[in-house]
T-cell receptor
């Protein structure tokens, strides 16, 4: 059983550019969430996808958008990058088991984005 | 979102038990208590979760107060690999896995 994989591991972008980060969820998991972790802080929830539909969003502007594909992999897109977007971006997948709402989340290693 | 309060840091010795406290006085009746940890340069890792009863797994034990306003993560025999930031999180029953992380407790293990 493969875990959650994210690509790329590191990325440097210029302010104003756009970036796409990718996540492959763990086998059998149909829910994917994205988090932003600034240096020295806990991860902050960006949004979640369940069966290709957005299923909750944190306090992030619309220039943060996402997609989930039929195979449950996911993308995080950030437009008009700002210096403050520099952070570790984490993807987490979890199974939505019938009758069991509260399950553990499995995180990837993250993508370190630096905006210069 | 219901909030949790944890000490910023704790220190313990290798092969000794560690008790990591968490206060969550505003917990609702349907909030689960989750613990995750984050080792340096890695994504968070699930440790354990529970609702009302104490829980045990291969990694740790979770002791939940009778009024559910506090809980304690217990590492029975700490190793150097347990050095990490430990997060106590309340996750609502409704809806999957919107985890609200606080600052967590940075656990240092001395050899």
């Amino acid at each position: 059983e493969t875990g959650v994989t994210q690509s790329p591991t590191h990325l440097i972008k210029t302010r104003g550019q756009q970036v796409t980060l990718r996540c492959s969820s763990q086998s059998g998991h149909n829910t994917v969430s994205w988090y932003q972790q600034a240096l020295g802080q806990g991860p902050q929830f960006i949004f979640q996808y369940y069966r290709e539909e957005e299923n909750g969003r944190g306090n992030f502007p619309p220039r943060f958008s996402g997609l989930q594909f039929p195979n449950y992999s996911s993308e995080l897109n950030v437009n008009a990058l700002e210096l403050d977007d520099s952070a570790l971006y984490l993807c987490a997948s979890s199974p939505a088991r019938q009758g069991v709402r509260n399950t553990e989340a499995f995180f990837g290693q993250g993508t370190r984005l630096t905006v210069v | 979102d219901a909030k949790t309060t944890q000490p910023n840091s704790m220190e313990s010795n290798e092969e000794e038990p560690v008790h990591l406290p968490c206060n969550h006085s505003t917990i609702s009746g349907t909030d689960y208590i989750h613990w995750y940890r984050q080792l340096p340069s890695q994504g968070p890792e699930y440790v354990i979760h529970g609702l009302t009863s104490n829980v045990n797994n291969r990694m740790a034990s979770l002791a939940i107060a009778e009024d559910r306003k506090s809980s304690t993560l217990i590492l029975h025999r700490a190793t150097l690999r347990d050095a990490a930031v430990y997060y106590c999180i309340l996750a609502p029953f409704q809806g999957a896995q919107k985890l609200v992380f606080g600052q967590g407790t940075r656990l240092t293990i001395n050899p």
